[in-house]
């Protein structure tokens, strides 16, 4: 089983920047998609971006295109989420997720997920 821990949300002002990384506990990682949803208050989770276990393929919600890169080290069995531009409608909770389906945008298709940790933008 892997388990995954994030790290390095926190408050930011708007136009801002952050990292998000997210750790594994087994070396199985690199088997792994991975892919960041967020959920923001009172609404669904949302995927955010993917990325294939070779890190040679990434997928991107609209909304984060151009700004939110996602990227991953097979050797620290860590993924990163590096978030420029922010906005307000960006504050949500963030989370990292685990999946072998080849269907990256749907929540379901993933095995294993993080804690979440908070992202706050404020204008």
């Known amino acids: 089983q892997v388990q995954l821990v994030e790290s390095g949300g926190g408050s930011v002002q708007a136009g801002g920047s952050m990292r998000l990384s997210c750790a594994a506990s087994e070396r199985a990682f690199i088997s792994y998609a991975m892919g960041w949803f967020r959920q923001a208050p009172e609404k669904e989770r949302e995927f955010v971006a993917a990325?294939?276990?070779?890190?040679?393929?990434?997928y991107y919600t609209d909304s984060v295109l151009g700004r939110f890169t996602i990227s991953r080290d097979n050797a620290k069995n860590t993924v990163y989420l590096q978030m420029n531009s922010l906005n307000s409608e960006d504050t949500a909770v963030y989370y990292c997720a685990a999946t072998k389906s080849s269907s990256w945008g749907v929540k379901k298709n993933y095995d294993y997920w993080g804690q979440g940790t908070q992202v706050t933008v404020s204008s």
């Open positions: 990325i294939n276990w070779s890190a040679g393929n990434t």
